[in-house]
């Protein structure tokens, strides 16, 4: 079993079986307590400060309605920092330095309306006339890459000297 699995154990399947009553916090079924257990189980199996878990409202949950998007967003979390902590072992133990870059604009937003041009976190794309081309899905032909644009990824990788 796996360290996400082991975690997420701690979670009742059954919305029934979680008490959410403010008042009685030290049953051992009380979300409050749950919540508790699930991060010392988080501290226990990963390194602390591994896991950021998601800040919840009191109000929201003590409210059985929420039940399911607070178990969604624990067990998400912990999902995706196994393949981080996986990574992070592996290339301590090997003495390998790995660079993890985060991506949230690519260019364009993608709709049912078509498409919206976007900053490009990935790379800078001129055309003939140097002006930036912001979706290059539905470019032609690119005239020219910034490769030195500390604001994109192929511009820190250039800067890092991991990539020639």
């Known amino acids: 079993m796996n360290k996400a699995n082991k975690i997420i154990k701690v979670l009742p399947s059954k919305k029934t079986s979680v008490n959410f009553d403010k008042d009685r916090t030290n049953d051992t079924n009380n979300i409050k307590n749950i919540l508790s257990q ?3 189980k988080c501290l226990l199996e990963f390194e602390a400060g591994f896991i950021i878990l998601p800040f919840f409202e009191t109000d929201y949950i003590f409210n059985k309605d929420n039940f399911s998007k607070i178990k969604n967003a624990v067990k998400d ?3 995706n920092v196994q393949d ?4 992070h072992k592996v290339a301590s133990e090997q003495k390998i330095e790995f ?3 985060s991506v949230d604009e690519i260019g364009y937003k993608a709709g049912k309306k ?3 041009d976007k ?3 990935l790379l800078s ?3 003939i006339n140097n002006k930036k081309i912001f979706n290059i899905k539905y470019s032609n032909s690119w ?10 990824v192929l511009g820190k990788i250039k800067t890092l000297d991991i990539w020639q």
């Open 99 to 101: 660079y993890n870059f």
């Open 38 to 40: 699930f991060e010392k």
């Open 84 to 87: 981080r902590w996986v990574l």
């Open 114 to 116: 078509g498409s919206k």
């Open 77 to 79: 979390t912990v999902n």
């Open 143 to 152: 005239e020219k890459i910034d490769e030195t644009d500390s604001n994109t």
């Open 125 to 127: 794309v001129f055309d």
């Open 119 to 121: 900053p490009n976190e």
